[in-house]
Nanobody, 128 residues
Framework: QVQLVESGGGLVQAGGSLRLSCAAS????????MGWFRQAPGKEREVVTA????????YYADSVKGRFTISRDNAKNTVYLQMDSLKPEDTAVYYC?????????????????????WGQGTQVTVSS
């Protein structure tokens, strides 16, 4: 049984930082690209960032470029999202998701219907 478990969300002031983690189990983690998505109240879920299965390539939405950093540790079956210079508009539920490594590159990573597995989400709230 595949599980993706996010952690690290919380309440932070604008300009602050948070580090999200997503621990995976039940799958061969190194075979999967990983993505972070978010959904704000009243809005559709959107891709934030993604990373290739071997960590060799990444994608960032324009809204987070230069502020967020995705990384992964395949030995620990974990993907991370370092969020700096947070803004109130970053407030959302953040989800990690896994997509088969055959789908390589941002053209695929932005398509959430290609993702095979999803975590339950973690709330990030940025106060102004």
């Amino acid at each position: 049984q595949v599980q993706l478990v996010e952690s690290g969300g919380g309440l932070v002031q604008a300009g602050g930082s948070l580090r999200l983690s997503c621990a995976a189990s039940g799958l061969t983690f190194s075979w999967y690209a990983m993505g972070w998505f978010r959904q704000a109240p009243g809005k559709e879920r959107e891709v934030v960032t993604a990373i290739r299965s071997n960590g060799g390539d990444t994608y960032y939405a324009d809204s987070v470029k230069g502020r967020f950093t995705i990384s992964r540790d395949n030995a620990k079956n974990t993907v991370y999202l370092q969020m700096d210079s947070l803004k109130p508009e970053d407030t959302a539920v953040y989800y990690c998701a896994a997509v088969r490594g055959v789908y390589s590159g941002s053209k695929y990573w932005r398509q959430e219907d290609l993702y095979d597995y999803w975590g339950q989400g973690t709330q990030v709230t940025v106060s102004s």
